[in-house]
């Protein structure tokens, strides 16, 4: 049974390849920049950050370790965090929904989520919750959203790509109204909100990571140990059901749980599209559908796709930075019209 | 996988250890959107059964699998497995007991077809799905048994409809259910898969599980299923051995279609009449029918016939009868007599040598006396030589019989020596049709343009 080793094989290859070129991509992210640093600066102020001594402080501009420690590394790893959150949820959406073009943003999920992280950002009494106010306003909005879209798009447990598609629009453009609405009313700082909704990572911090990271990993964990019944989910629910998969419960479960991974996710860095449509797409051609392996490789081709993104955002026009979410939609606006073009066999 | 293995079929499934629980539906009534789709059935499939469901389209064949499959929850009653409700087991379980086919699945994503059947394997997992050995080989096995192994690594997205079918087929397999539900499991597979399906389900019955198929075509339900349930708007029509139930009656009765039930091979084999007349016609001129009449008896099946394509040839008529006067309107070859006269020697054999080309003698329900009583004789002579003979049995001989009971016994000898008996025209007719479709089949064998 050569074929299936060779998937196997494949799946592990994929793995390796992914593994490296993030550590590449790391180094390169940690590197370039707006401030000036070389690498061999960049390389001291890390030994100097993290024992303190065996370098030369005066090998590299004194303020450089801050800014690596407070600026660049917390805004590396937050773009890891949400590119894992961001093409999982869609790998999974994608399963539930037995669609290939379910994804957060184009599922208005994301707008979900946004519009929940704004409540949180400016209905005072949230101030209470502190920072955890934000991605758990933002999940209760995602949920929201997802369960809208579901309940629009399907009928008989059959989503069909239109309808699901016009629900996303429907939906997202729904809360996006609700979302201006806020933001005019309560007279709130439009500009900080408007980059905020285009996506970025200009404001992370290790707080929001710290908060960020268990959330998206526990949702994954648990997308992960419904791999297998995704996998027959796609066969359809009554099918799922005939051998032997809880198919409600998986159902709301994963959804339940993309909304999260997706609200972690937007809840700090706003709306990146088109994350989750692209992502587990390639990972499929490369390696199958079944979601025990597309699920990780999905994970890690995500964070290196968003880290990369983000690289690009901020030194594409350096000193000025543009949002990272106008890379992913550059790339993905027309990756979603060559899908839309070419629906079959995914 | 273990590669190089030395046989491919080298391990048979082991019988299940444990006999098959006995699935039961009690007083089942499904009702949706006000209309009933089931209404009050009981079923009770013993553990090793080979049922059949039949019945006509909306008659809730489909409905009654999925309520026994617990896919549907009955509107009231109940179905149970092993004396316990289906509800008070949790899916899993229900799945590790009762396999289903339905009849139809969609998969839009590119698993391949490998991976496609050992999704049947889910409910006897670990949590995360690993294989065990003895999964692999289940799968190996469903993959044999419906002869996709040559499909294993393809995608199943790129798969004729057949071809799904049976990957369809092979994962509930995989899934080795003590019971098996199959829900029209024939559609979209050519002849040959076709019986391939049925064979391994009969093997599979063989080894003690249990099959409930709902199938489309009588005769292959017939050949295979041990029982057959025939369903009719929701409600159990008739319950039985394939002998039993297979009737033209009762087929009458369930289908509103006439059919004849010939014997093959033990097996009653069902022809409807509606479908098969036409190309009865066909093979019309293949088969040479004499009909034997006098005083006007035959003349409904005589116009009958002749509509259909055939060109009976007749005797002994009377010239006077209006037998005689539609033959010779027909242009059909007659023997025929001067009224009111015992036939002479001449006449019965000319009358015999006629008999003697046909393939099939029909005996129309005349009058009988002395002086064709020698018209049953014939008939006897020509049965013996091989040729079918169908016998008009209404109105009853006593009626028409002025010898004595002579005739009686005559006809009773006729049927004894296994002259069809035909209530009526029509049904007579429509025996002429099955063997002039039998001809038509047997001669056109082979041909593509048949």
Request: aromatic share 4%; charged share 20%; hydrophobic share 45%.
């Given at each position: 049974m050569n074929p299936r080793r060779a998937r196997r094989r494949r799946y592990r290859l994929l793995m390796a390849v992914l593994a490296a070129a993030l550590l590449g991509a790391l180094l390169l992210a940690a590197v370039v920049g707006a401030a000036g640093l070389t690498p061999a600066q960049v390389g001291r102020a890390t030994l100097g950050l993290l024992s303190p001594g065996s370098v030369d402080p005066d090998s590299y501009p004194s303020w450089a370790p801050r800014l690596l420690r407070d600026l660049r590394l917390p805004r590396i790893v937050m773009a890891l965090v949400a590119g894992i959150a961001l093409a999982t949820a869609g790998a999974t959406f994608q399963g539930v929904f037995r669609n290939p073009l379910a994804e957060p943003y184009l599922l208005g999920v994301s707008a979900g989520a946004a519009v929940g992280a704004t409540v949180a950002i400016i209905w005072r009494p949230f101030g209470a919750l502190g920072i955890f106010g934000l991605p758990a306003l933002a999940f209760l909005g995602a949920v929201l959203a997802a369960t809208l879209v579901y309940r629009l798009a399907t009928f008989a447990g059959e989503t069909s790509s239109s309808s699901l598609l016009l629900s996303g629009v429907a939906v997202g453009s729904t809360f996006t109204a609700v979302l201006s609405l806020l933001m005019v009313a309560t007279q709130y700082d439009l500009r900080t909100v408007i980059i905020w909704l285009m996506g970025g990572l200009t404001t992370a911090s290790w707080t929001k990571v710290a908060v960020a990271s268990p959330l998206v990993a526990a949702g994954f964990i648990i997308m992960l140990a419904y791999a297998?019944?995704?996998?027959?989910?796609?066969?359809?629910?009554?099918?799922?059901?005939?051998?032997?998969?809880?198919?409600?419960?998986?159902?709301?479960?994963?959804?339940?749980?993309?909304?999260?991974?997706?609200?972690?996710?937007?809840?700090?860095?706003?709306?990146?599209?088109?994350?989750?449509?692209?992502?587990?797409?390639?990972?499929?051609?490369?390696?199958?559908?079944?979601?025990?392996?597309?699920?990780?490789?999905?994970?890690?081709?995500?964070?290196?796709?968003?880290?990369?993104?983000?690289?690009?955002?901020?030194?594409?026009?350096?000193?000025?930075?543009?949002?990272?979410?106008?890379i992913t939609a550059f790339v993905g606006g027309p990756f979603f019209l060559y899908l839309l073009r070419k629906r079959r066999g995914v | 996988m273990p590669t190089g293995r030395p046989t491919r079929l080298a391990a048979r499934p082991p019988a299940p250890q444990t006999a098959p629980p006995t699935l039961e539906a009690r007083a089942l009534s499904v009702i949706r959107a006000e209309r009933t789709l089931l209404d009050a059935v009981d079923v009770t499939v013993e553990p090793?059964?080979?049922?059949?469901?039949?019945?006509?389209?909306?008659?809730?064949?489909?409905?009654?699998?999925?309520?026994?499959?617990?896919?549907?929850?009955?509107?009231?009653?109940?179905?149970?497995?092993?004396?316990?409700?289906?509800?008070?087991?949790?899916?899993?379980?229900?799945?590790?007991?009762?396999?289903?086919?339905?009849?139809?699945?969609?998969?839009?994503?590119?698993?391949?077809?490998?991976?496609?059947?050992?999704?049947?394997?889910?409910?006897?997992?670990?949590?995360?799905?690993?294989?065990?050995?003895?999964?692999?080989?289940?799968?190996?096995?469903?993959?044999?048994?419906?002869?996709?192994?040559?499909?294993?690594?393809?995608?199943?997205?790129?798969?004729?409809?057949?071809?799904?079918?049976?990957?369809?087929?092979?994962?509930?397999l995989a899934q080795e259910t003590p019971i098996l539900l199959l829900d029209e499991p024939l559609n979209n597979l050519d002849l040959n898969h076709q019986l391939e399906v049925m064979q391994v389900l009969s093997r599979l019955n063989a080894e003690g599980r249990t099959v409930v198929v709902v199938v489309h075509d009588i005769n292959m339900a017939a050949q295979y299923c041990d029982d057959l349930l025939l369903l009719s708007s929701g409600r159990v029509a008739a319950q039985g051995s394939p002998d039993a139930l297979l009737t033209p009656e009762v087929l009458l009765d369930v289908f509103s279609t006439r059919v004849t039930v010939h014997r093959q091979g033990g097996r009653?084999?069902?022809?409807?009449?509606?479908?098969?007349?036409?190309?009865?016609?066909?093979?019309?001129?293949?088969?040479?029918?004499?009909?034997?009449?006098?005083?006007?008896?035959?003349?409904?099946?005589?116009?009958?016939?002749?509509?259909?394509?055939?060109?009976?040839?007749?005797?002994?008529?009377?010239?006077?009868?209006?037998?005689?006067?539609?033959?010779?309107?027909?242009?059909?070859?007659?023997?025929?007599?001067?009224?009111?006269?015992?036939?002479?020697?001449?006449?019965?054999?000319?009358?015999?040598?006629?008999?003697?080309?046909?393939?099939?003698?029909?005996?129309?329900?005349?009058?009988?006396?002395?002086?064709?009583?020698?018209?049953?004789?014939?008939?006897?002579?020509?049965?013996?030589?091989g040729a079918d003979v169908i016998v008009l049995t209404e109105p009853p001989i006593e009626t028409r019989d002025l010898t004595g009971g002579r005739a009686a016994v005559l006809q009773q000898a006729l049927l004894d020596g296994g002259a069809v008996p035909a209530p009526d025209a029509s049904s007579a007719v429509t025996t002429v049709c099955g063997l002039a479709l039998h001809r038509a089949e047997a001669t056109t064998d082979g041909d593509p343009c048949g």
């Open positions: 297998p019944r995704l996998n027959l989910m796609l066969m359809g629910e009554s099918r799922a059901e005939e051998l032997g998969v809880d198919a409600h419960s998986t159902r709301r479960t994963l959804m339940i749980v993309a909304s999260l991974t997706t609200a972690s996710a937007v809840a700090f860095t706003g709306l990146i599209g088109f994350v989750g449509l692209m992502v587990p797409h390639m990972v499929r051609l490369l390696i199958g559908p079944d979601h025990r392996y597309l699920l990780p490789a999905s994970a890690l081709f995500g964070a290196l796709f968003l880290l990369l993104a983000d690289t690009l955002a901020r030194t594409i026009l350096s000193p000025a930075e543009i949002p990272v979410g106008i | 090793g059964a080979f049922l059949g469901i039949l019945g006509p389209n909306g008659s809730g064949k489909t409905t009654l699998l999925r309520c026994l499959a617990g896919a549907l929850e009955p509107s009231t009653g109940d179905v149970s497995i092993a004396g316990r409700p289906l509800s008070a087991h949790d899916r899993a379980a229900i799945a590790r007991t009762i396999g289903v086919v339905p009849q139809t699945f969609t998969l839009d994503f590119k698993f391949t077809v490998e991976e496609v059947v050992a999704l049947g394997r889910f409910p006897h997992r670990g949590s995360w799905g690993r294989m065990d050995a003895e999964g692999d080989e289940a799968v190996e096995r469903a993959l044999a048994d419906l002869s996709i192994e040559d499909l294993a690594h393809r995608p199943v997205t790129e798969l004729s409809g057949g071809e799904r079918q049976r990957v369809l087929i092979a994962q509930t009653p084999y069902v022809t409807p009449v509606t479908v098969s007349r036409r190309r009865a016609a066909a093979g019309a001129a293949g088969l040479q029918v004499h009909l034997i009449t006098g005083g006007g008896a035959g003349v409904d099946i005589l116009q009958e016939l002749v509509h259909l394509g055939f060109s009976p040839s007749l005797g002994v008529v009377s010239v006077f009868d209006s037998d005689y006067e539609a033959a010779r309107s027909l242009g059909l070859t007659v023997v025929s007599a001067p009224p009111f006269q015992p036939l002479s020697p001449e006449t019965v054999r000319e009358h015999e040598e006629l008999v003697s080309e046909a393939d099939c003698v029909v005996l129309a329900p005349q009058v009988y006396g002395d002086g064709n009583l020698a018209d049953l004789e014939v008939a006897e002579r020509a049965l013996a030589a």
